[in-house]
């Protein structure tokens, strides 16, 4: 079964989770694409979606669901993303489209965060098989990467990438990522960084992944 089969397998899973007459939380990649394009099917049952990115934005409005900002609503049901890993604990690298900012935001308003994933994206450890972006203030750069060359990571600047906040990516190799929670806690006092793509702070409280033999659900 190809990968995009699979991770549409995970998108139509995740439905099940959607409330009528609630506002959705959706994320946004490759996977969430995929979920996009389900909950048009569910438009008239639902009173709308708070985006964590504006080509996500985008595409909710081409399905017809209308698009609420994060200001504008107190809470969220339930959040929807992807993921770039995800560990046994539900923990997470993301920020692979470089959205890692405000999908922090939105997971942070939404009571229930499911993440919609295919196999390959299952890990024991963060940091095995994907590099770690770090968002971070353009004037902060080199100063950034100096610090995370400290901790053992090695930064590489993305190129040509300017996140919806005006920020730049560095993406950071040979980071084995043994506790998330920490780690997340201390790149995110580096001065400078906006955030970084480590989702151990508020991890997923349910992974569907998508498989050869179906979507599997992880509670």
Avoid at 38 to 52: D, E, F, H, P, S
Avoid at 79 to 107: F, S
Avoid at 183 to 195: I, S, Y
């Amino acid at each position: 079964m190809d990968q995009l089969t699979m991770k549409k397998q995970a998108a139509q899973a995740a439905l099940q989770y959607v409330k009528p007459d609630t506002i959705v939380g959706v994320g946004s990649g490759s996977t969430v694409n995929c979920f996009i394009e389900a909950l048009g099917t569910m438009r008239n049952q639902i009173k709308g979606a708070v985006a964590a990115s504006k080509n996500s934005e985008a595409l909710l409005r081409e399905q017809g669901i209308e698009v609420f900002s994060a200001n504008d609503v107190s809470g969220l049901d339930i959040y929807v993303d992807g993921a770039d890993e995800v560990n046994p604990q539900k923990m997470m690298i993301k920020g692979g489209g470089a959205a890692l900012t405000r999908e922090k935001i939105v997971a942070a308003l939404a009571k229930k965060f499911i993440c919609i994933v295919d196999t390959s994206k299952q890990v024991d450890v963060l940091g095995s098989t994907f590099a770690l972006p770090v968002e971070v203030i353009p004037m902060a750069r080199s100063q950034v990467a100096r610090k995370l060359v400290a901790l053992g990571g090695s930064p590489e600047y993305r190129e040509g990438v300017v996140t919806d906040n005006g920020n730049v990516i560095l993406d950071v190799s040979h980071f084995k990522i043994m506790n998330p929670v920490e780690m997340e806690k201390e790149l995110n006092n580096v001065a400078g960084v906006v955030t970084n793509g480590i989702f151990a702070l508020r991890p997923a409280d349910i992974i569907i992944v998508g498989t050869p033999d179906g979507a599997k659900i992880i509670e």
